[in-house]
Structure formats: structure tokens, C-alpha cells
């Protein structure tokens, strides 16, 4: 089974930009589509980004132009690009295969000055 590592979140003033990434287990990782998703405190996870193994992407209205999904099979790597940030983006950040009902750790995102 896939299993993920989500990495390179951290602080960031309003406005600001990061990257994060997300490492796979496993050599099906390319097959698949997968994932970012986001969980505010005391809600379900929230799909933002996807990319198919064809590499369509999809994103939520919430973050539409500003984030970018891309992938890496060659790294088993996805990452999220993330611009333009508001601290309403402040949360921890997951990735999984959009199949797969396995979570990782996440990585923590704050939008602070």
C-alpha cells in the first residue's frame, strides 16, 4: 500500500509563498491520481488540488490560481505550490492517492505576521 511523507510546510507571512512536498511509497504511485487536501480544526479534510497520472489537474475555488499541483513519478513526488497565501490558509496540509483511505502525518501550514 502507498503511503505518504508531507514535508516543507512552516511559517510564512501573508502573501507569501511556499512548496510543499509529498514523498511515496511503493512503485504505483505513477498509476494513480492523488491529492492535497487541507483539515481546519473540528472539520473533514478538504480536497484542494488533484492530479490524475495523466496529469489533469483540478483545484478548489478556494485556492483556483493561486496553488499548483505537479508530480514527479520519476521521484514518486507530488508537490503543492502555494502562492499568494491568506492566514485563512493556516492548517495542516495531507496528501494521499484520491483512492486510498490511508492518511499520513500532514505538514503544518501558518500564515502569520
Known amino acids: 500500500q502507498v503511503q505518504f511523507v508531507e514535508s516543507w510546510g512552516g511559517l510564512v507571512q501573508p502573501g507569501g509563498s511556499l512548496r510543499l512536498s509529498c514523498a511515496a511509497s511503493?512503485?504505483?504511485?505513477?498509476?494513480?491520481?492523488m491529492g492535497w487536501y487541507r483539515r481546519a480544526p473540528g472539520k473533514q479534510h478538504e480536497l484542494i488540488a488533484s492530479i490524475s497520472s495523466i496529469d489533469n489537474t483540478n483545484y478548489s475555488d478556494s485556492v483556483k490560481g493561486r496553488f499548483t499541483i505537479v508530480r514527479d513519478n520519476a521521484k514518486n513526488t507530488a508537490y503543492l505550490e502555494m502562492t499568494s497565501l491568506e492566514p485563512e490558509a493556516t492548517t495542516v496540509y495531507y496528501c494521499?492517492?484520491?483512492?486510498?483511505?490511508?492518511w499520513g502525518q500532514g505538514t503544518q501550514v501558518t500564515v502569520s505576521s
Open positions: 494521499k492517492l484520491i483512492i486510498s483511505g490511508v
Open positions: 511503493g512503485s504505483v504511485f505513477s498509476r494513480y491520481a
